[in-house]
């Protein structure tokens, strides 16, 4: 049951980094680019990865984001395999 909330609580937490590298990510993006340009902070999409890379070609935070993301998954596949078999 501790490893069940562990799990929840990691996986929880890589889905809170990953949507706040997300934000950072639309705050750079809309600094650069023209008003009428901008991405809206609750309709964003996958676009805003590419236009980052554009943007700041030497930037890791997409990186950060997919890392973020990956591993938020994965913490939640395991916690559904954990909870399945018992």
Not at 14 to 21: L, R
Not at 36 to 45: C, I, K, P, T
Request: charged share 15%; aromatic share 10%; hydrophobic share 55%.
């Amino acid at each position: 049951m501790t490893l069940r909330i562990v799990l929840a609580l990691v996986g929880g937490a890589f889905a809170f980094s990953a949507n706040m590298i997300a934000f950072q990510i639309i705050d750079q993006i809309n600094e650069k680019v023209p008003e009428a340009e901008r991405v809206g902070w609750l309709g964003w999409s996958s676009g805003i990865k590419k236009q980052h890379r554009r943007l700041y070609p030497e930037s890791r935070l997409v990186l950060a984001m997919n890392v973020c993301a990956t591993f938020m998954v994965l913490t939640f596949v395991l916690l559904m395999c954990l909870t399945l078999s018992f």
